[in-house]
């Protein structure tokens, strides 16, 4: 039996390239959060997002990719997934809430959420005869979270905050639930990317105003 590729070979692989530019995306974007550039920190967010949803279909039009390839992509996949929802999206929470302790729960049940989504697609994945997956996606999660920041202006900051972390937690909620969500392809993989991209432009007016 062949020993495995080093490490750094994978960062060859158009897919995992990528991943990993999603996965800088997330650092980007809590490290903007922190310095309370809230329009930068969404757009980061988005970026994370399109990153995710592109790395996917790149992957599989891939060729010469073996199980272990396969494999170290998709677990990649998964770990940059949780520090761009479940890691990066509490970190904005937490920011806007100046850090108090009250906002700890909210981040602490959104990175759980997003760990057991996750957790959960990894062993389980899609269901193929129904093209749906269980529980809100961790990618659709970002993409909801970053339109509410849009209220970060319009609304009062003591009423922002508010809305945001109900918001955050019902998408929690959605990410551990039983719904069906169907799988992204074709007009409806093109539209939700069109939305993000929409949501960081709106954002991005907000750096210029």
């Known amino acids: 039996m062949p020993p495995p590729r080093p490490i750094l070979s994978h960062v060859a692989d158009a897919a995992n390239l990528?991943?990993?530019?999603?996965?800088a995306s997330s650092v980007l974007a809590m490290l903007l959060a922190v310095r309370a550039e809230y329009a930068g920190a969404a757009i980061a967010l988005v970026a994370a997002f399109v990153f995710d949803v592109v790395d996917g279909p790149v992957a599989?039009?891939?060729?010469g990719r073996g199980p272990d390839e396969r494999a170290f992509g998709a677990n990649l996949d998964s770990l940059a997934d949780m520090v761009s929802a479940g890691v990066a999206l509490g970190v904005v929470i937490l920011a806007y809430g100046e850090f108090r302790v009250a906002y700890v729960?909210?981040?602490l049940l959104m990175a759980a959420a997003a760990a057991l989504r996750?957790?959960?697609?990894?062993v389980h994945g899609l269901e193929e005869d129904a093209g749906t997956?269980?529980?809100l996606p961790t990618d659709l999660a970002i993409i909801g979270f970053v339109a509410l920041m849009l209220l970060d202006g319009p609304l009062e900051l003591a009423a922002f905050r508010v809305v945001l972390s109900a918001g955050a937690l019902?998408?929690?909620g959605m990410m551990v639930?039983?719904?069906?969500?169907p799988k992204l392809t074709g007009r409806s993989y093109v539209a939700v990317i069109v939305a993000g991209l929409g949501l960081a432009a709106l954002h991005a007016a907000r750096l210029v105003v």
């Open 105 to 107: 729960a909210v981040a």
């Open 177 to 181: 639930s039983s719904l069906r969500i």
């Open 60 to 63: 599989a039009r891939l060729t």
């Open 18 to 23: 990528l991943t990993l530019c999603g996965l």
């Open 118 to 122: 996750l957790s959960y697609f990894n």
């Open 133 to 135: 997956y269980t529980g």
């Open 170 to 172: 019902i998408l929690a």
